[in-house]
């Protein structure tokens, strides 16, 4: 027998209830896995938090739990990074970073070192680092321009770098330090290790809320157009394109069996956020600190699971 969907069609009651009852089913995951060991000021934060927003291409917004607290965002820096440098370098970015899926941790010196030195996307951080490395070339007031384009994709100027988290991060990079000298060595980047690193870390660093967040990946749902502003964020082929990279490597080595959990594109950080995009119909953010052994959240993917389950969503 087949079994009947709930359809997203406007019916905000509906919604809004879906909403409450995945903060609710999701609690037994809250806490379940372990906060991010790389930050140590991440480490030290709690994971008993949970936090869900979406908001429809239609404008209607719903939330539940801890969802207008701001947390790190970490990685999701890398889908704006990878927005700013497609808007700088269109279809050429793809001469300095490839698309292939993850394999491996998303921090891997063998897998960059496999490939000849060149990132296997742009979501692991070899590829992340080569992202602030273009940016830099193009503008030299990059670390506003992020922020600005953050700020105006989710109509909150209120957002901001977390300073002191990229200082503590910054003091323990040995790994991504040695990412950067090993891309630096295989002729990948064209500004100094120090000043890549800094604005990386940097970016890793903004505190977002998952309703900010919902907000924000809006133009990766409405095929590049930032609603807020009616600007063209990415042409409608870049829009498509960048949720094509975000369903292959969006969530690292997890991107099969998110794909299959889950079913639509998502990006996630070590912060224990993901915001995940519905083309056509919505984004939604999810928050809960404690991680699988891949990096992302396990009630944040646990949640996601159940929204496109109870909605019947899926780019399948
Ligand atoms: N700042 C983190 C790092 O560079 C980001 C990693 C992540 O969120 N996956 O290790």
């Not at 930050?39 to 008993?48: E, F, G, I, Q």
């Not at 040995?174 to 990386?200: I, K, M, P, Q």
């Amino acid at each position: 027998m087949r079994r009947a969907h709930r359809v997203l069609d406007g019916a905000a009651p509906d919604l809004a209830t879906i909403l409450d009852e995945i903060a609710t089913d999701v609690g037994p995951s809250v806490g379940r896995g372990r906060a991010a060991q790389q930050v140590p000021a991440l480490a030290k934060r709690p994971t008993d938090r949970f936090g869900i927003a979406i908001q429809t291409v239609a404008g209607e917004r719903h939330s539940a739990g801890d969802s207008a607290e701001s947390f790190s965002i970490q990685s999701i820096s890398k889908l704006f990074t990878l927005t700013l440098a497609l808007q700088l370098e269109g279809e050429a970015l793809w001469s300095r970073i490839g698309r292939r899926p993850t394999d491996g941790s998303f921090n891997s010196l063998a897998v960059l070192e496999q490939y000849g030195g060149k990132p296997v996307n742009p979501f692991v951080n070899a590829g992340a680092l080569v992202l602030v490395d273009v940016i830099m070339g193009h503008l030299p007031d990059a670390d506003e321009q992020v922020l600005e384009l953050v700020r105006s994709l989710s109509g909150n100027s209120a957002i901001d770098y977390d300073i002191e988290l990229a200082r503590s991060e910054r003091e323990l990079s040995h790994r991504n330090t040695a990412l950067a000298h090993l891309l630096v060595d295989n002729g990948r980047l064209h500004r100094g290790v120090e000043e890549v690193l800094e604005s990386y870390f940097l970016y890793c660093s903004i505190e977002m809320s998952c309703a900010d967040l919902a907000q924000a990946c809006q133009y990766l749902a409405q095929g590049g157009r930032n609603p807020l502003t009616e600007e063209a964020i990415l042409t409608s082929s870049l829009s498509k394109r960048t949720n094509a990279v975000l369903l292959t490597s969006g969530v690292y080595a997890d991107a099969g069996d998110f794909a299959y959990r889950v079913g639509i594109p998502a990006k996630s950080g070590i912060g224990g956020g993901i915001a995940a995009i519905m083309p056509g119909a919505w984004c939604a953010a999810v928050w809960s600190p404690a991680l699988n052994e891949s990096g992302n959240s396990i009630a944040g993917t646990h949640a996601l699971e159940l929204l496109t389950t109870k909605t019947g969503s899926s780019v399948f």
